[in-house]
């Protein structure tokens, strides 16, 4: 599994950023997916999930500004990004993982290919 995001950069706080993950999966509908990312200093984190089936599930601090969704066709991950406020800025990464119960479990980090760099200024 090869995983390549991108769509990061720097925008102003209550700016909008899109993010899409490329996928190199020969199955990539049967895949549960997801967006983590990490600041410096901070644990990651999940940000959004979705499932095959596409049921999504968001962290607290994003829900009802991000959009997480998929285009199987494509074999592509999206992460719509609104609102975006200062503690937003990360580095997000797309992954692959089980989405069981509503609860999604990522694959081990060093299976998630090099992230993208979002930074949100005030």
């Known amino acids: 599994v090869q995983l390549q995001a991108s769509g990061g950069g720097l925008v102003q706080a209550g700016g909008s950023l899109r993010l899409s993950c490329a996928a190199s999966?020969?199955?990539?509908?049967?895949?549960?997916l997801g967006w983590s990312r990490q600041a410096p200093g901070k644990p990651r984190e999940l940000v959004a999930a979705i499932s095959s089936g596409g049921s999504t599930k968001y962290a607290d601090s994003v829900k009802g500004r991000f959009t997480i969704s998929r285009d199987d066709a494509k074999d592509t991950v999206y992460l719509q990004m609104n609102s975006l406020k200062p503690e937003d800025t990360a580095v997000y990464y797309c992954?692959?993982?089980?989405?069981?119960?509503?609860?999604?479990?990522?694959?081990?980090?060093?299976?998630w290919g090099q992230g993208t760099q979002v930074t949100v200024s005030s």
């Open positions: 999966i020969s199955t990539f509908s049967s895949y549960d």
């Open positions: 992954n692959t993982g089980t989405y069981y119960s509503g609860s999604y479990f990522p694959s081990s980090f060093d299976s």
